[in-house]
């Protein structure tokens, strides 16, 4: 297994969501798993010629049209270190023979027909820690008594676990920054929606970027988008997903998660301006201030963007930066984070009466380019590019 130390990019990271740096380009090769498929192993079964004993945990790919599920894939296990996805592909039809019968031919019913199954294995984990030294004798004389005390390590100890709640939401982010990415620059017009192009294209005008979110009839329009492909997505195609595989999301499984500035601007400009009519957004979104960072100031542009080197699967990482970002509609099995470990460690030093924390953490965070994931946002056309 790689396990990779991603201090330093959670340090970075931590400045751009502060506000105390502006957005820089990440690089993100490292920390998100793709998955690597298995053609020839050892060990391997006399079935379909792909499975691998030894695996932490299995996930079929076996799901039906209807059911419910939890919008954060996120679980653990305690042996085995790999998380493999398997996959059957739809078999084709073939000719009926009862209705064709010949005098004197034969009709073998022995032939083997051997499924079409496919193996995605996710092996590389991060890792980072966060080592604290508390001390009590040395600082006794700066309090009154033992509850101001307690009061000051407990603040210590709080400081911790709010960096590392920010450090985990927002490699939670990188794994999405990542699919964003890899999607963008495949360039497909079934997974890459430019909203305010179709806009333009649809209605003849030559609205920007820059104005789109304050016209009301631009997004009562994205938002009719974005629920058509809601819809879309349930329906199995190979169109929605990279990948290219045959694929549905039921609308239960199904993540959409939009820009705060995108939601709050339809709120608005569309309740302020149709009268006796329900609202016309997007039901049961989650919403997000930023997709990077906030920059150092909130501007449209730093909280729209993405500027990432991203794993697409090859043996070099891709530049990825792209403005406009609004949403992102995906399966819930398109990425999450598997196997998290939190755990504390503690050393006392006898010599100089203190003990250190070291809050550590693991996990792995993985995006499969075989399942619906789109991104919506908006961009101007480029004239005579």
Known sequence: MKVTQIHEILNTVTNEVLGKEDLVKEDLTNLVDV??????????????????????????????????????LMDSWEYGAILQKIDAELPEATENDTWNLVDGQSYDPNVFYQPKVSSQFFDSKVTFEIPVSFAENQVKGSFSNAEQMNGFLSMLVNSVDTSFTIKLDELIMRTINNYIGTVIDKKDPNTSINLLSLYNKANGTTLTAEKCLTDPQFLRYANFIINTYVGRITRISTLFNIGKRERFTNVEQANLILLNDFVNSSNVFLQADVRHNEFTGVNGVETIPYWQGSGTGYGFTDISKIDVK?????????????????????????????????RVTTNYNPKAEFYTNFYKADSGYFNDFNQNFIVFYVADEVVGG
């Open 35 to 72: 998955g690597t498929e298995v053609i020839d192993a050892d060990k391997i079964d006399n079935y379909v010629n792909k499975l691998v004993h030894h695996i932490g945990k299995v996930e079929f790919s076996n799901k039906t049209y209807s059911g419910k599920a939890k919008n954060v």
């Open 310 to 342: 991203v794993n697409t699967g090859l043996t070099t990482g891709k530049d990825a930066t792209q403005t406009g970002i609004i949403g992102v509609l995906f399966d819930r099995k398109a990425l999450g984070v598997t196997n998290l470990d939190r």
